[in-house]
């Protein structure tokens, strides 16, 4: 079945470069995206990429793509206090309406 | 900027009584959605509602839950009689479109629900 799997958590140093790794199973997921939670809020989209790339990048965050690996990345770079948050992936099929997440990395940038 | 609204933000319930989870969309969406996350666990797809209709649910989505969109702006979830493993964050969430390849869902702040 369908499976998104995370690291639970991620501890940085402000200034250094977070990467929020992520892999999952499902070999028809079409569209990858990565949701940032700040407490007492809702999921807030980052940013996304199809499964026909490789790469995107956007200001401080560069998805990285390995389809044959199943694999995907966030990078944030010179991560910043306000970057403290849960980070979920996710993945969609083509042809469906849900999402399957992670857990969600919950990621805390040390001043 | 619009938002995904939702209420109560804490809802405590007794086990076996009904509950209704209440969600106001962004105004000029057409798809909702309905997600909950068990403490320590993933966020997991309950059902989305399209056209007046479920158009996709997860067989967590069973008898027990129905959804409704009762005038232009309200979107809830009902539970029927509530079980103590009800108890979850649920969010809500909207998007413009589905058909596209980006179709963003907008997520609430979730309700917590916890069942006694």
């Known amino acids: 079945g369908e499976d998104v799997e995370q690291s639970l958590f991620l501890s940085v140093r402000e200034g250094d470069s977070s990467v929020i790794n992520c892999t999952y199973t499902d070999s028809s997921s079409t569209y990858l995206y990565w949701y940032k939670q700040e407490p007492g809020a809702g999921l807030q989209l980052l940013t996304y990429?199809?499964?026909?790339?490789d790469m995107k990048q956007d200001q401080r965050l560069t998805v990285l793509l390995n389809k044959k690996d199943k694999h995907l990345s966030l990078r944030i770079a010179d991560t910043q206090t306000g970057d403290s948050a849960i980070y979920f992936c996710?993945?969609?099929?083509?042809?469906?309406?849900?999402?399957?997440f992670g857990t969600g990395t919950r990621l805390k940038v040390l001043a | 900027e619009p938002e995904v609204t939702q209420t109560p933000s804490h809802q405590v319930t007794q086990m076996g009584q009904e509950v209704i989870l209440r969600c106001v969309p962004i105004?000029?969406?057409?798809?909702f959605y309905w997600y909950r996350q068990i403490l320590g666990q993933k966020v997991e797809f309950l059902v989305s509602f399209y056209n007046n209709e479920i158009s996709e649910k997860s067989e967590i989505f069973d008898d027990q839950f129905s959804v409704e969109r009762p005038d232009g702006s309200n979107f809830t979830l009902k539970i029927r009689s509530t079980k103590l493993e009800d108890s979850a964050m649920y969010f809500c969430?909207?998007?413009?479109?589905?058909?596209?390849?980006?179709?963003?869902?907008?997520f609430g702040p979730g309700t917590r629900l916890t069942v006694l």
């Open positions: 996710a993945e969609r099929a083509s042809g469906t309406y849900k999402y399957i």
């Open positions: 969430a909207s998007s413009a479109l589905a058909g596209d390849p980006y179709n963003e869902q907008f």
């Open positions: 990429i199809f499964s026909n790339m």
């Open positions: 105004s000029n969406h057409l798809y």
